[in-house]
């Protein structure tokens, strides 16, 4: 047991090196192998099937579905960026809008409070403008500041996306794939259908549920339901969170508002997606993860502050990598405990 808890700690350890310092410099080459291997049963089909060259079927599968995913992402790119820019152009108007609200509601502590009329709202004005203030004299400049590397990390991405392309035909080109040792297949194997099933699991997830949130927010008139879409699923994607934190109040302020068919549309989206969760789950992770929600939202906070935005990803992975270790571990403990037994009623019956 005792080495058991070593070689977790060690898996641990180096995990976080690997995450931390290897994976930035190989994460083009390793999203290339995982997509060769994705698509590697079409190529078969085409060469073996059909009697199509290898080649031709390598560079169009990969050419045909590169060029597909990149043009879709590119299309929603472009609508995110267009109802976030609106977004911005309308916040003078939502501006004014929260301070006449917020002057109706600093009246009224006024009259609660009996202080004169519009002392509330003038401390509320004035800390709002030293905000203002402190974001144009120190985060404007950082931002112009950061220009410089937001054009280097493009450059970065697409000379990543080149790598990634380039390195795909050249490994489905290859004869072999390259193979595991022995030693490491069980727990290969194990993560072939847990650890990046994690992964798979919750993009097919995030994007069903993107896509219906997004369908509601179209139906109610909103202006932004990609942009809201996309946020309110990432959300969705937490567990224990999930989409009813900003659903369901904002369904509530619908209803206030006298707006009840907005506020029926929220909550059936709400209804509809956590629906949606609860059926796809069970399906996509089957019963090889079988991690408590618990631990995934520690493994998603631990991650997050060790690897930034990536430990949303990187962390749960990391979790579900210790927990088949450890299953390995454990049954190979078993073997060995049984092995002992059975030696020994075998030495006494002597």
């Given amino acids: ?29 390793v999203l290339a192998y995982f997509f060769a291997k994705t698509v590697a049963p079409i190529i ?15 560079i169009m599968v990969v ?23 609106l977004l911005l152009q309308k916040i003078p108007v939502y501006q004014q809008f929260i301070s006449e609200a917020v ?37 404007i400049p950082w931002l112009y500041s950061c220009a410089a590397e937001i054009f280097r990390f493009i450059a970065q991405i697409g000379a990543g996306l080149f ?14 794939f390259p193979r595991i040792h022995k030693k490491m297949r069980p727990i290969a194997k194990k993560l072939k259908y847990a650890g990046f099933a994690y992964i798979k699991a919750q993009g097919i997830i995030l994007f069903i549920v993107a896509v219906v949130i997004s369908l509601g927010l179209f139906l109610m008139g909103n202006d932004y339901a990609v942009l809201f879409g996309i946020g309110i699923a990432i959300f969705d994607a937490f567990p224990i969170v ?25 909550l059936t989206v709400f209804v509809v997606s956590a629906f949606l969760r609860e059926i796809l789950e069970p399906r996509l992770f089957g019963k090889e993860i079988g ?46 405990q049984e092995k002992e037994k059975s030696d020994v009623q075998g030495s006494s019956s002597e």
Avoid at 123 to 131: D, K, P, R, S
Avoid at 242 to 259: C, K, N, Q, R
Wanted: glycine share 6%.
């Fill in 163 to 176: 790598i990634f392309f380039v390195s795909t035909l050249l490994i489905l080109l290859d004869d072999s």
């Fill in 63 to 85: 050419c045909i579905t590169v060029f597909a995913v990149s043009g879709f992402l590119f299309y929603i790119t472009s609508m995110v960026i267009g109802q976030a820019i």
């Fill in 242 to 266: 999930g989409s009813g934190v900003v659903l369901v109040p904002w369904a509530i302020l619908e209803m206030i508002g006298g707006h009840f068919y907005q506020a029926a549309i929220l």
């Fill in 291 to 336: 991690m408590k929600p618990l631990f995934v939202l520690i493994s998603v906070y631990v991650g997050v502050a060790l690897f930034q935005i990536g430990g949303i990803i990187l962390g749960p992975v990391a979790l579900t990598i210790l927990k088949v270790v450890n299953e390995v571990l454990l049954q190979q403990e078993k073997a060995a």
């Fill in 103 to 139: 002057e109706q509601i600093c009246c009224q502590c006024d009259q609660m409070l009996e202080l004169r009329v519009g002392t509330s709202y003038q401390y509320i004005e004035a800390q709002t403008e030293n905000l203002y203030h402190n974001l144009e004299q120190e985060v």
């Fill in 44 to 58: 078969h089909f085409l060469t073996a099937k059909l009697k199509w060259k290898k080649r031709v079927s390598v």
């Fill in 1 to 29: 047991m005792r080495t058991r808890y070593i070689i977790l700690g060690l898996t641990a350890l180096a995990l976080f090196l690997v995450f931390r310092f290897l994976l930035p410099l190989v994460l083009p080459f």
